[in-house]
């Protein structure tokens, strides 16, 4: 990630994949990573603190479009089935 005011590296991550990523997203709060994924067909939620998959939402087809709501309850995912559902980020 970069400080966009400055250009310069401010933090890096390395989340193993075996192929694609089509879409990503930060939460509003910068906490959760959002990963849409073409190997698993799935929306992957990443902590940012650890780099660690914290949630998965199988969509069974390839994800293209994720965006949390501006208070970060609610994540969308579009996939290829040209769907978008909402999700409760925060629902057990």
Do not use: H, Q
């Amino acid at each position: 990630m970069y400080d966009t005011t400055t250009w310069t590296e401010i933090s890096s991550a390395s989340i193993e994949r075996s192929d694609w990523v089509y879409a990503l997203s930060f939460s509003p709060n910068g906490k959760i990573l959002v990963v849409g994924d073409f190997d698993s067909k799935a929306a992957l939620l990443y902590d940012t603190t650890t780099w660690t998959e914290i949630a998965s939402i199988e969509r069974g087809v390839d994800v293209l479009a994720l965006s949390f709501s501006p208070d970060g309850s609610n994540l969308v995912v579009g996939a290829r089935d040209r769907k978008a559902i909402v999700y409760d980020v925060y629902a057990d």
